[in-house]
């Protein structure tokens, strides 16, 4: 028989759920049968890992960031690994064989590599898979390691034949996590599915894309995004816009760094609660 008293031990019971909801975040509770559980795994208690947190960002006057413990990366882009042919961009040697050299000169100081992420965007992937690996095995010859990947490739194939990836996860608006989180965990599920071997090094921004990156994402996205990433991957590139488009003025303006910014103060709290460094 239901009494007062079972009523109000349950509404306390609810009310304490409610409450812890609240207070620890909406993915926490599990329901097993007829029992509501507390999953034992959170984000802020994930087990410490090899996790490197790489600095591309391109705003103007930016200060080392390896002082912070952020590591560097070489991101080489189209212009600088193709030219012009009859049905397209195609390799160039040499240009392969200049960056491979520079990478190598300006950033490595010891046996390790950085990692190169070469962006390729103008090929498409299924019918130039061959020489987007061709492109790939070519600058891990010049730089004499296998540290070397694609920009944000979806084909099964060249995800197959990834020794590193490199993922892009941007925001299309400031307060998306609705939309980007599922997306982020459907493309890392299918990532590991395909490979499971090779590191992944997702690449963020702090700026979202539907202004034309011209605003910053809040520390609270921004964290819950690192952590997300911290959880699942191996890595995180740090991208920033260098610049946007004003079209009534037809100028572009530059982004100044500017250490006062949610995304930075964030990031740093994440680092050294994770004791990430380079």
Known sequence: MFSIEKAKKWMVVIGTLVLMFFLIGP?????????????????????????????ANNYKNAP????????PIAIIYEQFLTTKGKNGSVVNDKQFR?????????????????????????????????????????????????????WNISSVKLIKNASVLFPQFYNRSPEDLKTWTPNFLKTIQKIKQLNS??????F???QYTSNGHKQFLSYAVWMQELKMV?????????????????????RKVFFSWNSNREWWKATLDFMRINNIHN
């Open 197 to 202: 071997r090779a590191p992944i090094y997702a």
């Open 64 to 71: 080392d960031l390896t002082k912070y413990g952020l590591s």
């Open 230 to 250: 911290y959880k699942y991957c191996d890595g995180v590139v740090i991208w920033g816009m260098p610049y946007y488009d004003d079209h009534i003025a037809h």
């Open 204 to 206: 963020l921004s702090p």
């Open 27 to 55: 993915n926490v509770l599990t329901l097993d049968g007829k029992n509501l559980h507390l999953k034992t795994e959170r984000l802020e208690n994930i087990k410490p890992k090899d996790f490197k947190v790489f600095d």
């Open 98 to 150: 200049d960056n491979a050299s520079y990478v190598d000169k300006k950033w490595n100081r010891s046996n390790s590599k950085i990692p190169v992420c070469l962006d390729i965007e103008s090929w498409n992937e299924d019918k130039k898979s061959d020489d987007y690996i061709h492109s790939v095995n070519l600058f891990k010859k010049y730089y004499n390691s296998n540290n070397v990947g694609l």
